[in-house]
C-alpha cells in the first residue's frame, strides 16, 4: 500500500494509516441526524467509518512519530501501524520519539503489546505536561467510568516508557514542534506546530473527529469530548489559526488523505486536501 505524504517547506510528512475505525452519529451532539448524514454521504444506520492516521517525521537525525495508534485494543480493523511502518522503510526499534496529541486509547494503546511490552522500545515520549499528569494521577472519587477506565489503561501504555517520557510544558518546545493547548476532547489535548522553512505543519489530534461535519460546523461536538463546551471553544481557535497562519494541517481522524489546509469559508472553515 502506498502511504501518502506532504512536503511542507523543507519538511517531508509521512502519513501511516493504523486502520479504520468503526463510529456512529449517535455520538454527534447539537446537529440534526438527517443533516449530520448528509454531510458524510450517507450512513448504513447511522454506522460510519472513520481513519485513524498517525504520521511520520524524519528530522535532525531523529524519526519521530506522532500518536500510536490503537493497537489491538479496539477494533480488528486497527493496530496496523507497526505494519505500515515496517512497509515505510522503519523498523519500530528505529523510532525515536513518539510526539502525543493526547493519550486517548485509539493514540497510545499501540505504545504496547499484549504483554505490555513498547512496540517502540528505544523511543520517548513526548507529551504536553497538562495530559499526562491528568490520565496518570489517581482515581478520583467522582470521576467518570470512562476517565477511570483510561487512567488504568494509561497506567500500561506508558510503563515501560516510564523513564522516557518528556513532559513539554507552556513555552517550551521539542526539536521545533511547539505544543498549542486545545483543551476539551481532553484536558490536555495538544496540537503541534512545526516551523518548517518558509511554512509551518501543525498535527492536530484531534480537533475534529469527523471531518466532513466539524471543519464546517465547528459547533457540532462528539460524546467523545470530555468537556464539548471547552472542546468547541478550542476547535473553532485552532481552526482559525490553522487558516490564519496557512499551517498545513495532519490530522487524526480527518479523512484520506488526512493532510491539507484549512480555509475561511463565511463564518465558518472548509477543507482543501493536499495532494
Ligand atoms: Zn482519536
Not at 454527534?28 to 481513519?51: H, K
Not at 499528569?133 to 489503561?153: C, G, H, I, S, T
Not at 514542534?177 to 489530534?205: D, I
Request: glycine share 10%; proline share 6%; aromatic share 6%.
Amino acid at each position: 500500500m502506498t502511504q501518502p505524504s506532504m512536503r511542507v517547506g523543507n519538511v517531508e510528512v509521512e502519513g501511516l494509516s493504523d486502520g479504520i475505525l468503526k463510529t456512529s452519529l449517535d455520538l454527534v451532539i447539537g446537529m440534526d441526524r438527517a443533516e449530520a448524514d448528509r454531510l458524510v454521504g450517507g450512513t448504513e444506520n447511522g454506522s460510519l467509518y472513520i481513519p485513524v492516521n498517525n504520521f511520520l517525521i524524519r528530522r535532525d537525525g531523529k524519526i519521530i512519530l506522532i500518536d500510536a495508534g490503537a493497537g489491538n485494543t479496539m477494533q480488528p480493523t486497527l493496530g496496523k501501524l507497526p505494519d505500515n511502518l515496517r512497509a515505510a522503510g522503519v523498523e519500530p526499534a528505529a523510532v525515536t520519539h513518539i510526539v502525543m496529541t493526547h493519550l486517548h486509547p485509539d493514540h497510545a494503546n499501540g505504545l504496547v503489546d499484549d504483554a505490555g511490552d513498547p512496540h517502540y522500545p528505544h523511543a520517548e515520549i513526548v507529551v504536553y505536561q497538562t495530559e499526562a499528569d491528568f490520565w496518570l494521577q489517581p482515581d478520583v472519587e467522582n470521576d467518570e467510568d470512562r476517565v477511570k477506565k483510561n487512567r488504568a489503561r494509561t497506567a500500561i501504555n506508558l510503563r515501560p516508557y516510564r523513564d522516557r517520557i518528556r513532559r513539554v510544558r507552556d513555552g517550551e518546545e521539542f526539536s521545533g514542534f511547539t505544543p498549542v493547548l486545545a483543551p476539551g476532547h481532553t484536558p490536555g489535548h495538544t496540537c503541534w506546530v512545526l516551523a518548517a522553512g518558509s511554512a509551518g505543519f501543525m498535527a492536530f489530534g484531534d480537533v475534529v473527529h469527523l471531518s466532513a461535519i466539524q471543519i464546517s460546523h465547528p459547533d457540532t461536538a462528539l460524546t467523545y469530548d470530555l468537556d464539548k463546551d471547552q472542546a468547541i471553544k478550542s476547535r473553532r481557535r485552532i481552526l482559525d489559526m490553522a487558516a490564519s497562519e496557512r499551517l498545513a494541517i495532519a490530522g487524526a481522524h480527518v479523512n484520506a488523505p488526512g493532510f491539507g489546509y484549512v480555509v475561511r469559508k463565511g463564518p465558518s472553515f472548509a477543507f482543501e486536501p493536499a495532494g
